[in-house]
């Protein structure tokens, strides 16, 4: 509220007239507005990546307008900018999230296990099953490639080669003949398990567990048979 600049004479001459109390402290919803204000932003960024996962799987990052993830989330487009300055940003928080989901399954897979194929086994599983069930951000790691966002790539490269680093210690340990490649078997078992995501059907028979441990059959029986 504005405050009237005429004096008021009867106080002018008052010991302390010239200087006014501090304001006090405001009280109730007026200082209460900022912080909600913020907390309801915070609140809805959630939906705005779930919306961004849901569209990246479905239609592609260059499918994918900012147009359509405020649609999604019910928001104006003006409003998203709030949470993500740029597409690009969206894309790297969805994709951390997913990254971070399969690698947390892998490692909880195969933490209480000891034999180098078994651990194998369970990460080929625990792959599998995160990208197979119905979660958008996992797929999302399968689906969008580094390469095909220049502006994010180093971004995006960087949690899956952390996440690679996880298996390239899972084949080091496997008793393997001394002249295997184990760097072209890390790359040609990964690739194997992403194309699940193309071809897989949940009414095909096999579930993602079988499908797994029917590739690590094939795998070690392949390098069981190599002379050392």
Not at 48 to 68: E, I, K, N, S
Not at 148 to 166: F, I, K, M, N, T
């Amino acid at each position: 509220m504005a405050v009237s600049a005429r004096a008021v004479p009867a106080r002018a001459a008052t010991p302390g007239a010239g200087r006014r109390p501090p304001a006090p402290a405001a009280t109730g919803p007026e200082a209460r507005r900022p912080a909600a204000r913020q907390a309801h932003a915070d609140s809805r960024a959630p939906l705005v990546l779930d919306a961004a996962a849901r569209l990246f799987c479905r239609q592609g990052f260059a499918g994918t307008t900012v147009r359509d993830i405020a649609g999604a989330a019910g928001m104006l487009p003006g409003s998203l900018y709030c949470h993500f300055a740029t597409k690009e940003d969206l894309l790297v928080a969805v994709y951390l999230r997913g990254v971070e989901q399969i690698c947390a399954a892998v490692e909880e897979a195969v933490a209480p296990l000891a034999d180098p194929w078994e651990r194998l086994e369970a990460a080929c599983v625990a792959h599998l099953e995160a990208i197979l069930r119905d979660d958008d951000y996992a797929r999302v790691v399968v689906r969008v490639r580094p390469a095909d966002v220049p502006g994010a790539a180093e971004r995006l490269v960087a949690p899956r080669d952390r996440y690679e680093s996880l298996w390239s210690a899972l084949v080091a340990a496997l008793p393997l003949p001394r002249r295997t490649d184990r760097r072209a078997l890390r790359l040609m078992l990964l690739g194997a398990l992403n194309w699940a995501q193309n071809w897989y059907r949940a009414d095909g028979g096999s579930s993602p567990r079988v499908l797994a441990r029917q590739f690590t059959a094939l795998l070690r029986q392949s390098q069981e048979t190599v002379t050392p």
